[in-house]
């Protein structure tokens, strides 16, 4: 019987401390809700609104984007770092106007690339949550696809009272924020005039 258990519990242990350290924190965070946690909800649920459909209608997909996706990201603070120095020569109108401009492109990108997402030919891989700063953490997703190359996905994360929120995406090391930055630049020069 011994022959049996203990290798069993052997098994128990390290399955245990390898699913502990995928979601360990260093010992000051201890108290804190892991951000990759937050991001495999997200995902989770998205799996669950695709289930059993070939392709989700559009208007059905930007219902639930908005709803269930966009509360992990601030738009807030994407917008003052898109803006950067502009920001001073823009009237608070002007900064509204901009981050609901910014919500209605990421949207659009967003419906244009998860679309066609199907978790049958998709596979995730949450590698350990980086913290640079008390504050910030860095949810790193290796993403496999079916006939395609592997990519890397980078969640820049930051702690507000809400909890975890977004506030870029990498995609193979290129810049969501860096991105609509150069997208709006001319609309950003046109608020100093």
Same mark, same amino acid.
């Given at each position: 019987?011994?022959?049996?258990?203990?290798?069993? =519990?052997?098994?128990?242990?390290?399955?245990?401390? %390898?699913?502990?350290?995928?979601? #360990?924190?260093?010992? @000051?965070?201890?108290?804190?809700?892991?951000?990759?946690?937050?991001?495999? *909800?997200? $995902?989770? *649920? /998205? *799996?669950?609104?695709?289930?059993?459909?070939?392709?989700?209608?559009?208007?059905? /997909?930007?219902? &639930?984007? *908005?709803?269930?996706?966009?509360?992990? &990201?601030?738009?807030?603070?994407? %917008?003052?770092?898109?803006?950067?120095?502009?920001?001073?020569?823009? =009237?608070?109108?002007?900064?509204?106007?901009?981050?609901?401009? /910014? @919500?209605?492109?990421?949207? %659009?990108? /967003? $419906?244009?690339?998860?679309?066609?997402?199907?978790?049958?030919?998709?596979?995730? @891989?949450?590698?350990?949550?980086?913290?640079?700063? @008390?504050?910030?953490?860095?949810?790193?997703?290796?993403?496999?696809?079916?006939?395609?190359?592997?990519?890397?996905?980078?969640?820049?994360?930051?702690?507000?009272?809400?909890?975890?929120?977004?506030?870029?995406?990498? #995609?193979?090391?290129? %810049?969501? $924020?860096?991105?609509?930055?150069?997208?709006?630049?001319?609309?950003?020069?046109?608020?100093?005039?």
């Amino acid at each position: 019987m011994n022959k049996i258990i203990i290798p069993i =519990t052997t098994l128990f242990l390290v399955l245990y401390m %390898s699913a502990s350290m995928a979601y #360990a924190y260093p010992p @000051r965070y201890a108290d804190r809700v892991d951000p990759a946690r937050q991001i495999q *909800e997200a $995902v989770n *649920e /998205l *799996e669950k609104f695709n289930q059993g459909k070939d392709k989700v209608h559009p208007a059905m /997909l930007k219902s &639930f984007l *908005e709803n269930k996706i966009f509360p992990h &990201f601030d738009f807030n603070s994407m %917008s003052r770092w898109i803006t950067g120095p502009y920001a001073r020569q823009m =009237t608070t109108e002007n900064k509204k106007e901009f981050q609901s401009a /910014l @919500r209605e492109t990421f949207l %659009s990108a /967003l $419906v244009k690339h998860m679309g066609g997402y199907d978790p049958g030919t998709t596979t995730l @891989r949450y590698l350990r949550t980086h913290y640079p700063h @008390r504050d910030e953490a860095i949810v790193t997703v290796r993403v496999f696809r079916k006939n395609m190359p592997p990519a890397t996905l980078k969640f820049d994360m930051h702690s507000t009272d809400g909890g975890w929120r977004i506030v870029d995406v990498k #995609a193979n090391g290129t %810049s969501a $924020v860096l991105y609509y930055r150069q997208h709006f630049i001319a609309k950003l020069r046109g608020y100093g005039q």
